[in-house]
């Protein structure tokens, strides 16, 4: 505690030979839960630099006003972690994101539940509420979902009922047509088994719609079903891709791309 409060760059480098240790310290010992939690680094969404040098109590610190949860995010590696579609309304709204990589963490993350009466949330999670934000936004009209919209989600999952558990609309997302969800306690995105064939664990993920991006507006326009059909396909691959994931049929999806920029072509 003295090494991390007094010579912080010392112990950026204690951290960095010991810190898988520290979280699996914090994992066995239990009665110690709160104080090694205190010792923990990571990176996140705020700080100037990729090394872990975040403490919790720094998260808490600066949080914003009414801000009764820690988010974080998981990833592979920390280039994929900080460009998933999840993390748009967090930068939007200014709430810092710890960013999860090493293949330690989502057992850390089982077992750290809270710190300092904080629970800690995923940013993936299909019950993300961020409407204690304060912002010029109406949430009432942004929660509303005209009928034709919602005959629109159905029609996709039911192209891609055999992929995921649902299609809703999504309040999360502002560059991104679509992202994944999950109401599981297990998370979507280190690394999967390699008999996964699309990265997802066993997991039917929920498939989050943007409605205000135009490449949404443009499939649900789409009078043609079989081209329907193929938009459906693109956008869930697109949304695979986009979590830095690896496609089961990447030719398939180039064979899907390429008819569609030949259409734009002739």
Known sequence: EKLAENEKDKYTKFWSEFGLTLKEGLIEEYENRELIASLLRFSTTRADTDNQEVSLKDY???????QEEIYYAFGKNLEIVKNIPHLDAFKEKGIEVILLTDRIDEWLISHLTEFE?????????????????????????KDTVDEDFSSFLSKIKEILKDKVKDVKVSHRLSTF???????????LYL????????????????????????????????????????????????AVLSEGKNLPNSAQYVKRVNSLLLDLIN
């Open 117 to 141: 009466g904080k629970k800690l949330k995923s940013i993936t999670s299909s019950d993300v509420d961020l409407n204690w934000v304060k912002d010029n936004e109406n949430n009432e009209e």
């Open 60 to 66: 808490v610190a600066r949080k914003l006003n009414d």
């Open 177 to 187: 047509p679509a992202c994944f969800v999950t109401d599981s306690l297990r998370n």
């Open 191 to 238: 690394q999967p088994p390699k008999n996964d064939e699309d990265g997802f664990r066993g997991i039917k993920p929920i498939l989050e719609v943007n409605p205000k991006h135009p490449l949404i507006n443009k499939i649900k326009e789409e009078k043609d079903d079989a081209r329907f059909e193929e938009l459906a396909y693109i956008l869930y691959d697109q």
